[in-house]
């Protein structure tokens, strides 16, 4: 677990520097995405559950941005926080980082409808990259890991024989 908490950090690292650094990708870090880095790792071996807090995220983005975009008010965050909180019982997606991410547009107040969204289906995919990795470092690993134990047991046989 530990090597995993370090190549998610380092992801996250890597986007908030992107993102304080190129003004075009200033979205693309926001600190929800550290909840969903460490709700994927716990669930590192339902990609099915990913793919679908993904879409979930990305749906509840799109609906705060254009909430956000036609009144940036205390009914439109209402609307929003509610519409958003309805979607994740009915499909339950349980993933509270969803409600959070499709209240960013109020925080951040973007000027274009497809700005947030993008930059959370560009970071969220992203994301999936260091967890790719991790499986296959660990499948490496175990895979080395049981040759080596299957050597051993050859030998003993061998020797036995």
């Known amino acids: 677990m530990h090597l995993r908490s370090v190549i998610i950090c380092s992801y996250l690292m890597v986007a908030y520097w992107a ?3 190129f003004p075009s990708l200033e979205m693309v870090f926001y ?3 550290g909840a969903f880095s460490f709700l994927f790792l716990q669930r590192m071996d339902k990609f099915n559950d990913i793919k679908r807090i993904i879409i979930g995220a990305i749906i509840a983005v799109t609906i705060g941005n254009l909430f956000y975009l036609i009144d940036s008010g205390a009914v439109s965050f209402f609307a929003t926080a509610i519409v958003t909180i309805s979607l994740i019982q009915y499909f339950k997606w349980n993933a509270a980082p969803i409600l959070a991410v499709s209240l960013i547009p109020y925080f951040a107040h973007p000027v ?3 700005t947030l969204p993008v930059a959370v289906i560009v970071s969220l995919l992203g994301l999936l990259l260091p967890l790719w990795m991790i499986a296959k470092f660990e499948g490496l ?3 080395s890991l049981n040759m080596g134990l299957l ?5 003993e046989s061998q020797q036995e024989g």
Do not use: D, Y
């Open 112 to 114: 274009s409808m497809w």
């Open 31 to 33: 600190p929800t995405l």
């Open 19 to 21: 993102s304080s650094h």
């Open 141 to 143: 690993s175990k895979g």
């Open 151 to 155: 050597r051993g047991k050859a030998v």
